[in-house]
């Protein structure tokens, strides 16, 4: 593929200083057929951070098609085409790598994971096996394959594959956290805590150990344990959205609402429309009956998810409180609509008519909350999907 470059200089404008003239001197060498596999890489570095990412693409296209190029030049530029989400350029530069060398295993375990992330999961399972017969004493092949198959929902495959990779390296910390997370979906609960647990003694500044430890202390109600794990791992990865979320909803358990409110508020500065963060903050508004703020939050939330009606209902309780029944009554039968099992709606549907002093309307919603109530099943959550 030959490049064309027009205005090519207009790359660097409104860079400053070393960087500007670094550009220019690799174009120009670029330009002229000069420029070394080395400088081409920087040269594509440069125009993917900049504003001319295309460009890059392009140069690092030639790169890959170049012959005589060390394979390790090669799978920098592919690592580069990653990071710019080029998925399927980067396949193809895995490929080149791969055909320069049958026996090495790096390459085709690098097309699996990116065949993943693509969501073309029977296409990966396929790559990770073939990286494991080259590669047949390495963990991560099989950690990787266990992944594709976790995805897949075969996860008594999966199972089988994090185990080798243990039986391999016994300190492989993310395979006990994957194997975790399946005996966990299998309803073996001690099973899957003895993995968490093995997951952070063989790496204890794993945050993503210590929160799926914490969220198994949490569903097995030891809640000071929970807020434990969730912290450390918050201490190793802070801005983990996940962390923050699991945190919140501890603290809100426990009754620690200015704690979680905090934690809610955390999540907001990383991801400004976090849904569930923005629900948990106009829930903990209510609860304290700063019912403005407590509606400002979870309109914003409606807004981002507007068939949920746990965040429905709880803005109409907010218009309710506030003393604006017709908004209230909108909203609650938009539950009605979307939910119609729904037993509290409808005694809040009663409030409402009784305090207009319509006491027919009132009886009859009161009735068919009793009603839904009776049929409704125990349990479930209020937390938003």
């Known amino acids: 593929m030959v490049l064309r470059w027009d205005r090519l200089f207009d790359l ?53 098609a170049a012959p005589g190029v060390d394979w390790r030049l090669l799978e920098e530029a592919c690592e ?14 895995y490929r080149t790598i791969h055909e320069m060398d049958l026996r090495r295993a790096l390459p085709v375990y690098r097309m699996g994971r990116l065949l993943e992330i693509q969501g073309r999961l029977e296409e990966a399972i396929r790559h990770h096996r073939q990286a ?13 394959l266990g992944v594709a198959y976790t995805k897949n929902h075969q996860y008594e495959e999966a199972e ?5 990779a243990i039986d391999i390296d016994p300190t492989h910390s993310k395979s006990y ?16 805590l003895l993995q968490f647990r093995k997951a952070v003694q063989h790496n204890p500044k794993s945050a993503e150990a210590h929160f799926n430890l914490g969220a198994l202390y949490g569903e097995e109600g030891d809640r000071d344990q929970a807020i434990k794990e969730f912290r450390i791992g918050l201490e ?16 809100v358990n426990e009754g620690r609402l200015d704690d979680a409110e905090e934690e809610f508020k955390r999540i907001l500065k990383i991801e400004h429309d976090n849904v569930n963060a923005l629900f948990y903050l106009g829930f903990l508004y209510y609860r304290k009956g700063v019912y403005g703020k407590a509606l400002k939050h979870l309109q914003h939330a409606s807004r981002l998810n507007p068939g949920n009606t746990t965040i429905l209902y709880y803005v109409g309780e ?30 809040s549907l009663g409030v409402i008519y009784e305090k207009q002093d319509d006491k027919r309307k009132a009886r009859e919603y009161y009735k068919l909350a009793a009603l839904k109530a009776h049929d409704e099943t125990p349990g479930g959550t209020m937390v938003p999907e």
């Open 12 to 64: 660097a404008r409104g860079e400053g200083g070393e960087e500007s003239r670094d550009v220019i001197r690799l174009t120009r060498k670029f330009e002229a057929g000069e420029a070394e596999p080395e400088e081409r890489l920087d040269l594509a570095e440069h125009l993917l951070k900049g504003k001319n990412p295309k460009k890059g693409e392009g140069v690092l296209m030639e790169l890959l």
């Open 80 to 93: 580069l085409l990653e990071q710019v989400g080029s998925y399927e350029l980067a396949l193809d530069g």
């Open 132 to 144: 494991i017969a080259l590669e047949p004493d390495n963990p991560e092949c099989y950690y990787r």
């Open 160 to 164: 089988e594959q994090y185990r080798k």
């Open 177 to 192: 956290t994957n194997l975790g997370y399946i005996l966990d979906l299998q309803g073996k609960r001690e099973s899957a």
């Open 236 to 251: 190793i990865d802070t801005t983990s959205i996940e962390g923050h979320y699991n945190l919140g909803v501890a603290l």
């Open 318 to 347: 907010c218009f309710n409180k506030l003393e604006q029944p017709q908004r209230a009554l909108e909203y609650y039968k938009k539950v009605t609509e979307i939910n119609p099992a729904d037993s509290k709606v409808y005694f």
